[in-house]
């Protein structure tokens, strides 16, 4: 029985050959990934509007890879820096090669202390039956990699969590975590992608997070939202997405053991769909993760933004690096290295077919690794999300199916 459950089919592009036992997905994904299509089955009315948006995001996809390749890539891939970070890898690869996200994502620490109280924020929905609050933690992540214990934690402002939380007065009730993307954390405009009051009226609570270096958490005279998580090279982004992942986690302990939430799932867009595979991959305790338009390969994609494309080949041939090399650094960090912990039932993959910022090849591989769970392809980009309101119906069908939405009426 096919798990596509919307209208546009794809074809069978052979992207993660072989199974498991013949090799790491680092070294079975084909070097040219980054060059290969996606085929798809797309008849007229969709065919134009894939070339339409496709082409939008190829536009804004030029802007962004030369902000991150001028701003970010020369403070962590100049050479000393990236030379530390080569030397790192068999510290992080033999991490991933367990296959345990435990032995990298470590357990948080009980009993951190989370603050709450009423937005003083600017909010577009402010609900009549609850309320609408900032909540916040210090949060207690340390690198992994002892080298990196000065340098990331000096950091003063990345080291409080921050969220946005909307919730019933009279609850506790499910709650849905919602993860933004890359330099995309403005709260206003979250509350209208994520269709806060939408959800929210079906009955739940929802909780929308800050990543690290993004927005309030930024660094220090970062050019733009987000710089950091990517601006100290391999060995950085391995330790942001660790933090991410155990920021999450203490929210999930708080909404559940203080809140008293009954259930928490957890769904996030580009950079936060990426982040939503990785808590699938270390949390058994979500209720579902819907990943949309998610990354999966930083080593991958970035190889796909031009002009920085160009600038990494170079670095890389000069260097004497392969493909598979830049993946091994950042594998540890990546949700193709690690089974999902929520079941496949639980899992729902949203993609865009004229997505090239995060091509749907990224969506149908990480599809394949978790055994192909529910997937939906819509007729957009990664910023035009055509027919949104067609799969924000079906994650609403997805959410009463597993008994979420049941749950929270």
Same mark, same amino acid.
């Given at each position: 029985m096919t798990t596509v459950i919307s209208r546009i089919r794809h074809g069978s592009a052979d992207v993660l050959p072989g199974e498991p036992?013949?090799?790491? *997905? *680092?070294?079975?994904l084909p070097e040219d990934f980054a060059k290969r299509p996606e085929p798809f089955e797309l008849m007229g009315a969709d065919a134009m509007r894939v070339r339409a948006t496709a082409a939008t995001d190829v536009a804004i996809r030029s802007l962004g890879a030369t902000l991150v390749g001028s701003l970010a890539m020369p403070l962590g891939y100049r050479k000393s820096e990236l030379t530390k970070a080569r030397e790192e890898t068999d510290f992080y690869l033999d991490m991933a090669k367990t296959g345990d996200p435990s032995v990298f994502f470590r357990e948080p620490p009980k009993g951190v202390r989370v603050r709450s109280q009423t937005s003083k924020l600017r909010v577009r929905f402010q609900p009549e039956d609850g309320y609408c609050e900032t909540v916040r933690f210090?949060? !207690?992540?340390? !690198? #992994? /990699?002892?080298r990196l214990h000065s340098s990331y934690l000096k950091h003063r402002a990345n080291r409080v969590a921050h969220a946005r939380y909307w919730r019933h007065a009279d609850g506790p009730r499910p709650t849905m975590i919602a993860v933004h993307g890359f330099s995309a954390d403005l709260y206003l405009l979250n509350e209208w992608f994520f269709a806060i009051p939408w959800f929210y009226r079906m009955g739940f609570d929802v909780m929308l997070l800050t990543l690290p270096f993004h927005g309030i958490r930024q660094t220090r005279f970062s050019p733009f939202s987000g710089h950091g998580y990517f601006a100290g090279g391999p060995s950085r982004i391995n330790e942001a997405v660790a933090q991410s992942v155990m920021d999450t986690r203490i929210y999930i302990d708080w909404l559940m053991n203080v809140q008293g939430s009954p259930a928490v799932g957890i769904t996030g867009v580009s950079l936060g769909g990426f982040t939503t595979s990785m808590l699938a991959a270390t949390e058994h305790r979500l209720a579902?993760?819907?990943? /949309? #338009? !998610?990354v999966v390969s930083f080593a991958d994609i970035v190889l796909e933004w031009e002009p920085i494309g160009t600038a990494m080949r170079a670095l890389m041939k000069r260097e004497g690096m392969s493909v598979v090399d830049s993946r091994k650094m950042l594998a540890v960090s990546c949700p193709l290295s690690y089974p999902s912990q929520v079941a496949n039932e639980r899992l729902l993959i949203v993609g865009g077919v004229g997505d090239r910022l995060a091509p749907p090849k990224h969506s149908r591989v990480l599809w394949e690794h978790w055994d192909r769970p529910?997937?939906?392809?819509?007729p957009g980009s990664h910023l035009a999300h055509l027919d949104r309101g067609a799969y924000l119906v079906e994650v609403a069908r997805f959410l009463r199916r597993i008994g979420f939405l049941q749950d929270a009426e």
């Open positions: 036992d013949d090799g790491p *997905w *680092w070294e079975r210090d949060s !207690p992540f340390m !690198p #992994v /990699n002892p579902f993760a819907i990943p /949309n #338009v !998610p529910g997937l939906y392809w819509f």
